[in-house]
């Protein structure tokens, strides 16, 4: 998958899992999505981690590396594409 | 742990605790590859007895939300440390038939979807005799004081 394909996947996964209730293409690639940015918080962070797990096959085993991955969808594509080579 | 010690991690009480027995402890601890996401499955089962007798049946039906919650805090979280910490943080996807009726025994059962940090997700069901009559998802938080004091 590339990353052009990829991105727009993370964004339609942050915006189901999470219910919200906007366009996924309005997403910036290298807005936060915590805090400023989406307005996430930490049960969202659950969410993200277990459609992460269920439809791409990643876990995310430490909560460190959850906090930095889920900083921007870009943060997010880098650790699906990391995730997917390792 | 028996059943009274494992209750006694709970800091609910009459009328607000709604979990009177475990059934079936949880299977939980690490998946297989180590990973952050737990499996996990337990019963519980909870008479509405004491709040039938206070109000003639559970005020709401969000309360057997409450209830899974309980039973998840107790199942995950079922040592002194860390039964006593925490509290309902959210629900997903929740419906319920209906109330609880007096004197009813219900079954819970709860299963740990995943986790992240201190965040804990819960897939619960809670049966009457005839069957399922609440399903749904909760998020408990772990080791961070209630400001009500509790799930």
């Known amino acids: ?86 | 742990m028996n059943n009274e010690a494992r209750l006694a991690t709970l800091p609910h009480a009459y009328p607000f605790r709604f979990v009177d027995a475990v059934v079936r402890p949880a299977d939980a601890g690490l998946d297989a590859a180590g990973g952050g996401v737990w499996k996990g499955e337990a019963l519980a089962r909870v008479s509405a007895n004491a709040r039938a007798a206070a109000s003639g049946e559970w005020g709401s039906t969000l309360l057997l939300a409450e209830a899974i919650a309980q039973a998840a805090l107790l199942l995950q979280g079922g040592d002194p440390e860390t039964g006593r910490r925490g509290f309902l943080a959210g629900i997903d996807d929740f419906e319920a038939v209906r109330a609880p009726c007096a004197g009813e025994t219900l079954a819970i059962s709860v299963e740990l979807a995943g986790r992240f940090g201190a965040i804990l997700k819960f897939q619960g069901e809670v049966r009457g005799e005839e069957g399922s009559i609440a399903r749904g998802a909760v998020m408990v938080r772990r080791g961070e004081e209630s400001p009500h004091g509790g799930s």
């Open chain 1, 1 to 86: 998958m590339t990353r052009e394909n990829l991105a727009p996947r993370v964004k339609d996964l942050i915006v189901r899992r999470l219910k919200l209730d906007i366009d996924p293409s309005t997403i910036q690639d290298e807005a936060p999505l915590f805090g400023e940015g989406l307005g996430l918080d930490s049960i969202d962070a659950l969410e993200l981690v277990l459609g992460l797990e269920q439809e791409f096959g990643i876990k995310v085993q430490d909560e460190e590396v959850g906090v930095k991955a889920f900083a921007s969808v870009n943060a997010l594509c880098d650790f699906i594409e990391q995730k997917k080579i390792a």
